[in-house]
């Protein structure tokens, strides 16, 4: 009897623990423990994908590193946790991660009902469609794929576009939904779908790994609105700022042409825009104001680059994916890229 | 005076800290309160935290508009249905695989635990070398070897294997004509149920005859016309209502007639033998525990082998089968789960995919626990009633 009670008690005593786990207040909890929790997909080339020394890298993963260097002034101060569509919002919600950088994309209802916070839009992606061109050379437009079976990830506003997009157009379709992303590109690649479906940007990710590259083909149609970004959980708005100003902050050094390389030497600049944004400017309570040290912006442009540089380096021209800037650019270059100014 | 002495050891009269009973009662009453107080704190804390964290919360979510498309479906279902409608769906799909494995593996597992019985060395070997395989292997392996090593390696829909009566087997799953039920095509039901019935009547009668008189009549022979024979004269008084849909190639897949898909296929196949392995050796087991008194009884009593073991042996084995094979069915049923792997849309791959979208994880999952405990009462009761019945009646 005894030994049941302390067990009962033992037991309410660990969830109660856990319970208290996801405090409201993120970046205490952050410092105290030492680094960033972040999950990322679990390989999505470009986005977050371990290298071949098992290093991750990608969009998702360097704006992390940017998130740790703002709070530590050390950009290896992170921990990724892999995660499937299915577990995001649950390790997220639970306060098993910190930030959620998974290629995810902003929508009113993970925003209100899901109790998400988005901090901003790191790639404005839209869906499309991969077809194997070898298998049906006819096929070139999205609008052809009536009664063609299709392999989607499931729980992925994907899955809810694909519905409407051949609802709207009267075509029949066949989903075969797979809960993970290596699942889906396995049975697209055995042939077991005529298409694949995702966001365009993982379409190029995926081609690449396709067991011959070459054959595949990306359809011109983008069916969705698809503004990717990083997400925290409501209810705590000082974390919620570090994060929105990281990735404000990394759009405003690229505009200002701070880079990785000549971010020292900028520091003693003259510019007053240049003097403000990298905390040089006598006084400064920026840094101190947003809870973090004056000289942030430096920290993450040295332990990332600018936004510009994060691009090119992991889906640009640096890259195997090559993808172009497009509505990814600046503003000032035509983008919809629009950081808020640092003052 | 033995009575007197009795009384006097009654320890009612000191204190009830010492009474066995009252202690009894008093712990159980302070576990309850605890135990109550425990799941209390629990579900209180839950609701706070979820409050706290602006996730809304209730079943209400199941009634908007699921937004989503599901490919294998017993019931009418489109993106425009509701999640609720959605998890229907899903706990068919559960149920379909489970039923149709169940009745796989009872028949695999019982020819094959038979099979090991036999006098027959090949057939003996054969049927040990089955059980060892596949109870020794994972079933979420035996579910991509299915899929990813069979069925994915079978031909695209252009170089479908043809098989006989119009069907046909490719990457995309199996695929067989349908009837099409035209007017008139309830003659062919209504002459089936009067097959049944007839036969029925037949049997019960020849058997009271046999009783009687000792003479015997073939029953099955008739029987088997009967049944036949009375859809047949349906279908031919309505008008010859039925014709065929074949499967046809089209631009993507072959159109028309049944589709059995292969997420399906390997579903089923796996969980059927993976499980038919276990059952096997428990109707081995049945079958060793009748004793062998029982063999030299009906050998004595000049039955044939056959008959002996459906007349004597199996009616006993039976009761010994029946208790562990309802654990059998009941972990097929749970096993279906891993069609996630596999994407095959079951109650807890549909369930995933709601809880995704509308972030009520804690309502999924408590969904999930009361179907699947469902569904295994449900069958534990089933298999209950049948044990009772199959229990030795002493007359």
């Known amino acids: 009897m005894k030994h049941i009670a302390i067990s009962v008690l033992g037991a309410a005593a660990a969830i109660g623990l856990m319970a208290s786990a996801a405090s409201a207040d993120t970046l205490s909890d952050v410092k105290a423990k030492g680094f960033v929790q972040c999950g990322v997909n679990t390989g999505l080339a470009g986005f977050s994908a371990p290298n071949d020394k098992g290093e991750w890298t990608g969009i998702d993963v360097d704006f992390c590193r940017a998130v740790a260097a703002a709070v530590f002034g050390d950009g290896t101060k992170v921990k990724f946790t892999g995660l499937s569509a299915k577990d995001r919002f649950t390790a997220l919600q ?125 359809l011109p149609e983008i069916i969705s609105k698809e503004p990717l970004g990083p997400s925290v959980r409501q209810g705590d708005d000082k974390w919620l700022d570090i994060v929105k100003w990281t990735y404000f902050a990394l759009l405003n050094a690229e505009e200002a042409g701070v880079t990785q390389a000549n971010v020292d030497e900028m520091k003693n600049s003259d510019n007053p825009d240049i003097k403000r944004l990298l905390g040089s400017e006598a006084e400064t309570k920026i840094g101190t104001d947003l809870g973090v040290s004056n000289d942030w912006v430096v920290n993450i442009v040295k332990a990332t680059g600018n936004y510009g540089e994060i691009f090119e380096r992991n889906v640009g021209q640096g890259s195997p994916l090559k993808i172009a800037r497009g509505i990814n650019a600046l503003w000032t270059k035509g983008g919809l890229q629009y950081g808020m100014p640092i003052r | 005076m033995a009575q007197e002495v009795y009384h006097e050891a009654e320890p009612a009269k000191a204190s009830l800290l010492y ?81 149709s494995g169940i009745i796989t593996a009872t028949i695999v597992g019982f020819l094959v635990g038979v099979g ?46 043809a098989l006989p009566f119009g069907s046909f087997l490719n990457n995309r799953g199996f695929y067989f004509p349908r009837f099409v039920w035209g007017d008139g095509s309830w003659l062919i039901l209504a002459g089936l149920l009067a097959g049944i019935l007839l036969s029925w009547y037949v049997a019960r009668r020849a058997y009271a005859r046999q009783m009687a008189t000792g003479q015997r009549f073939p029953v099955f022979w008739t029987s088997l016309a009967l049944i036949v024979g009375m859809p047949l004269l349906g279908y031919f008084l309505g008008g010859l209502p039925v014709s065929m849909d074949f499967p046809q190639k089209g631009t993507f897949n072959l159109t028309g007639g049944t589709n059995v898909k292969p997420e399906f296929l390997s579903l089923f196949l796996a969980l059927s033998f993976y499980t038919a392995s276990f059952i096997a050796e428990i109707v081995r087991a049945g079958i060793v525990g009748v004793p062998k008194g029982q063999t030299e009884a009906y050998s004595a009593l000049g039955l044939r082998s056959g008959q002996g073991l459906r007349l004597v042996v199996i009616p006993q084995a039976m009761r010994i089968i029946i208790p562990p094979l309802t654990s059998q069915y009941l972990n097929l049923t749970k096993n279906s789960s891993l069609a996630v792997a596999i994407g095959y849309p079951d109650l807890y791959a549909i369930g995933g995919t709601i809880l995704n979208q509308t972030g009520q994880a804690i309502e999924v999952v408590v969904i999930f626990g009361i179907v699947y405990l469902g569904i295994s009462i449900f069958t534990s009761v089933l298999m209950n009633w049948f044990n009772t019945k199959m229990a030795l009646k002493e007359r």
């Open chain 2, 116 to 161: 090991r019985l036999s006098n027959n060395w090949l057939i003996r070997k054969l049927a040990m070398v089955y059980v060892e395989v596949f109870r020794n292997i994972p079933p979420l392996l035996v579910i991509l070897f299915w899929y990813q090593g069979v069925l994915a390696l079978l031909p695209n829909v252009r170089d479908s294997f």
């Open chain 1, 94 to 218: 639970s306060g098993e991660i910190d930030i959620l950088s998974r290629n995810t994309t902003w929508t009113i209802n993970r925003d209100t009902a899901l109790g998400l916070n988005f901090a901003g839009v790191t790639y404005y992606d839209g869906q499309g469609f991969m077809i194997n061109s070898k298998k049906l050379p006819g096929v070139n437009s999205a609008l052809q794929l009536s009664g063609a079976a299709i392999c989607v990830q499931s729980g992925t506003t994907t899955e809810l576009n694909l519905a409407d997009y051949f609802k709207a157009n009267k075509m029949e379709y066949n989903p075969v939904v797979f809960e993970k992303f290596e699942e889906a590109n396995a049975a697209y690649d055995a042939g077991r779908c005529d298409a694949y479906t995702t966001d365009q940007s993982g379409l190029y990710a995926v081609r690449l790994q396709m067991s011959s590259p070459n054959d595949h083909v990306v």
């Open chain 2, 19 to 99: 009474d066995p009973k009252v202690r009894g009662i008093a712990f159980q009453v302070i576990l309850i309160a605890l135990l109550v107080l425990g799941i209390w704190w629990i579900v209180d804390n839950t609701i706070v935290n979820l409050r706290r964290s602006n996730i809304s919360t209730g079943f209400g979510f199941l009634r908007g508009r699921s937004g989503f498309d599901i490919s294998d479906r017993m019931i009418d279902y489109g993106s425009d249905s509701s999640y609720g409608r959605a998890l229907v769906v899903g706990i068919l799909n559960t149920a379909v695989v489970a039923i």
